[in-house]
């Protein structure tokens, strides 16, 4: 149980287009989905949380019209990288929180999205 | 800004030696989560272990934690090759809210 998908898991776009990414809870309701972004070798740094049918948190320095994220039902979250540059080349990974599933405070993570801008 | 701050940030071992990781802390908790994640993938939850407990067991996972010193440890016995991946610690201060990550420490085990 409590499982997280991620589509797409590879993307190459080119500088200045639009790339979504689909956080689906598979198996249980996600109250609260996050949004983290890893660069090679380091550790997850959280972008935004988010609460179904409620505008996302952002973390600050994180732009929130150039990251866009959209949680409109409890087992779906997208995130949008508009206009997308190089510089935002990363591995994108959504975790969910739900209720009644397993230990509450656990979050439950997705298998990750690497976006290459060209 | 980085809560967690896993010591070693690497180690190789042999198969069937013990791994230990240790994560220190600055702020007050009211848990500290391990996660396990393989080259380019996601995060797999490994244990998580509350402020009023000092230590945690699950199968060949041993994690303790010392709040006076702010700090935890992941012990992993009889390691396996697929073992092999970074190990990071995450805190949360009240218990639902978002969770902080350390830097990792990458786990090499070798057959």
């Known amino acids: 149980g409590a499982v997280v998908s991620q589509h797409p898991s590879w993307v190459i776009c080119k500088s200045g287009t639009s790339v979504k990414i689909e956080c689906r809870s598979l198996?249980?309701?996600?109250?609260?989905m996050f949004w983290y972004r890893q660069f090679p070798k380091q550790s997850l740094m959280l972008m935004a949380t988010?609460?179904?049918?409620?505008?996302?948190?952002?973390e600050q320095g994180v732009e929130k019209d150039k990251f866009l994220i959209n949680h409109a039902s409890l087992t779906l979250s997208t995130l949008t990288v508009t206009s997308a540059h190089p510089e935002d080349s990363s591995f994108y990974i959504c975790?969910?929180?739900?209720?009644?599933?397993?230990?509450?405070?656990?979050?439950?993570f997705g298998p990750g999205t690497r976006l290459l801008v060209l | 800004s980085q809560q967690g701050e896993e010591d070693p940030q690497a180690l190789s071992i042999q198969e069937g030696e013990n791994a230990t990781m240790n994560c220190s802390y600055k702020?007050?908790?009211?848990?500290l989560q391990w996660y396990r994640q393989n080259s380019g993938r996601g995060l797999v939850h490994l244990i998580l272990?509350?402020?009023?407990?000092r230590e945690k067991h699950s199968g060949r996972l041993r994690v303790t934690l010392d709040t006076s010193k702010k700090s935890s440890s992941l012990l992993i016995t009889a390691s396996r090759a697929a073992d092999t991946a970074s190990y990071f610690c995450?805190?949360?201060?009240?218990?639902?809210?978002?969770?902080?990550f350390g830097k990792g420490t990458m786990l090499l085990v070798s057959p």
């Open positions: 988010s609460n179904e049918g409620s505008k996302a948190t952002y």
């Open positions: 995450a805190t949360d201060p009240s218990g639902y809210s978002t969770l902080t």
């Open positions: 975790s969910a929180r739900g209720q009644g599933v397993g230990i509450q405070e656990t979050q439950y």
């Open positions: 272990i509350r402020s009023n407990e």
């Open positions: 198996d249980f309701q996600a109250t609260t």
């Open positions: 702020t007050s908790i009211n848990n």
